[in-house]
């Protein structure tokens, strides 16, 4: 009654979780939300008992205006960034078609390729955790349909510039979508770094696709927005899920988007706290909210980190530690230093 090949599909691996310790495994956000998204949110509560506006309208307008979106681009909201990857995969490919994306990068791509029958294509880091763009140009066939980019990269943190990127769609078939995964945008200073929202209107089969879970704080209300030519965003709406976003996630999404520049000078202390963490460890310096130490027993790390009361990601290709706060990057490198690193 099953498809035999779900066996193949690799399961997805949350952060570990321990309520009595410094949870660095997930890349959230330290800080609770804004005290007027939880007002929001509250209120929204009270209405529960009824559906929520299925085509987040009014979310859906203050993100145009956020992004400012011309006439012939949109934009749709779903249940975080990973919902619209999935949605844009089942939009695009057919069994037996190519999904490409680097590696190591976000797990969910390969798994969002079996669901749909396709073949997952990944295509290793370069050593520096830049993505390899020669080689996955290489790796294009007439079965790929979708190309996954990550800017800054997951978990490496490294960004792909705009003149790697100009350079890469020229290589690009005009049929072959790209969509650039920005879910850790915020945190990015690098300056040569490619945007969504400038790419979009010079190349026709790129989508943005960004996140509330990560520099908003709420990961838990889970809603994520992509943007793009409003062919591929009527793409992705004709495939999701119906009431998908709650009327919770949208209210907490909408009054957070009012006060983002509130919310984002939080992520100045981020920014200052992962440099000094990456020197402190020898990790990559990364343009997200973790930073990435490739080549290394991970779970021998994971493992006496957490003997000292401290959770953080090991993958088989490094460790990745989130950094949120001066204190908590404070309670991280103790811990660091007493597991005799």
């Given at each position: 009654m099953i498809r035999d090949d779900l066996t193949d599909i690799p399961a997805y691996v949350p952060g570990k979780r321990n309520d009595d310790a410094l949870k660095l495994s997930s890349n959230e956000a330290a800080g609770a939300p804004l005290p007027s998204a939880v007002d929001a949110m509250t209120?929204?509560?009270?209405?529960?008992?009824?559906?929520?506006?299925?085509?987040?309208?009014a979310l859906k307008v203050a993100l145009t205006e956020h992004l400012g979106l011309s006439t012939g681009y949109k934009v749709t909201v779903g249940t975080g960034s990973s919902a619209l990857c999935q949605q844009l995969v089942t939009a695009t490919t057919r069994p037996g078609e190519e999904v490409l994306f680097p590696w190591r990068s976000f797990e969910a791509y390969p798994i969002f390729a079996h669901v749909v029958g396709a073949t997952p294509v990944p295509v290793p880091l370069l050593s520096d955790g830049r993505h390899d763009l020669d080689a996955m140009v290489d790796a294009v066939t007439d079965r790929t349909r979708?190309?996954?980019?990550?800017?800054?990269?997951?978990?490496s943190g490294q960004v792909i510039t705009d003149d790697e990127f100009a350079d890469f769609m020229s290589r690009v078939p005009a049929d072959v979508i790209v969509a650039l995964d920005e879910a850790y945008f915020e945190f990015n200073r690098d300056e040569s770094a490619v945007v969504g929202t400038e790419v979009i209107?010079?190349?026709?089969?790129?989508?943005?696709?960004?996140?509330?879970?990560?520099?908003?704080?709420?990961?838990?209300?889970?809603?994520?927005?992509?943007?793009?030519?409003?062919e591929l965003i009527d793409a992705l709406d004709k495939?999701?899920?119906?009431?998908?976003?709650?009327a919770i996630g949208q209210s907490g999404a909408l009054a957070s988007l009012a006060s983002a520049d509130e919310l984002l000078e939080r992520t100045d202390e981020t920014v200052s706290a992962r440099d000094r963490v990456a020197d402190?460890?020898?990790?990559?310096?990364s343009q997200a909210n973790f930073v990435w130490l490739p080549g290394v027993n991970a779970a021998d790390y994971a493992s006496r980190l957490a003997e000292q009361g401290v959770l953080v990601r090991a993958f088989p290709e490094g460790l990745?530690?989130?950094?949120t706060t001066e204190d908590e990057a404070d309670r991280f490198l103790a811990a660091w230093e007493k597991a005799g690193f």
């Open positions: 209120e929204a509560a009270r209405g529960i008992n009824r559906y929520p506006d299925m085509g987040a309208v979708i190309i996954f980019l990550c800017s800054p990269n997951n978990p209107t010079a190349y026709p089969n790129v989508i943005g696709l960004r996140t509330f879970s990560k520099a908003y704080g709420l990961a838990g209300a889970r809603v994520g927005y992509a943007f793009g030519p409003e495939v999701a899920v119906p009431f998908s976003v709650s402190t460890i020898g990790a990559l310096r990745r530690v989130t950094v």
